[in-house]
């Protein structure tokens, strides 16, 4: 009389979501970062899939500052994050949104996309580069002013987060 509906597996369901989007359910569902102040760039394996002789599968997401995500890419094999930056944010009008990367990213072809392609600003992490760091190290405000207080945890003024006296 009446047929028992059985739900789809979750193989099936990634077939279809991969056959639609081949980027992923992030572009289904994501945001628009056109909307946001900013953009958070960052990669990771995902846990549990590497199988056999592959590597797990390394992701490169792109995220708003409220947490939602707007889509993300899968790395390919024998390759990094580098490669696939620009890639990722091709698509989007990132027009006055901030993005921000890891260390990795710190890269001059990163910087030009973002700011001549895209009209975006950014903000990278510098650490192993030691010419850039004592490049930024001579900006103005950097510098640690003496404090007039007798708090010796006072810093006496402003100074980025990635400055160490």
Known sequence: MFAIRVAP?????????????????????????????????DGKSARGSRSGDSPAAHLLAAMTGAGTAVTQLR????????????ALLEPYDLADVTV???????????AHF???QKDAHYAFTVKNQPILYAQLKTCPGTRRRRSSTTDPTATGGWRPGWYRS
Do not use: M, Y
Request: negative net charge; proline residues 5%; glycine residues 4%.
């Open 75 to 86: 790395v390919p094999d024998k390759t990094n994050e580098i490669t696939c930056f620009a």
């Open 9 to 41: 597996s979750t193989a099936t369901v990634r077939r279809i979501i991969n056959a639609t989007c081949p980027s992923g359910l992030a572009d289904l569902l994501g945001a628009d970062p056109a909307r946001s102040d900013t953009l958070a760039v």
């Open 100 to 110: 921000t990367a890891d260390a990795l990213h710190t890269q001059r072809a990163h």
């Open 114 to 116: 973002l700011v001549e």
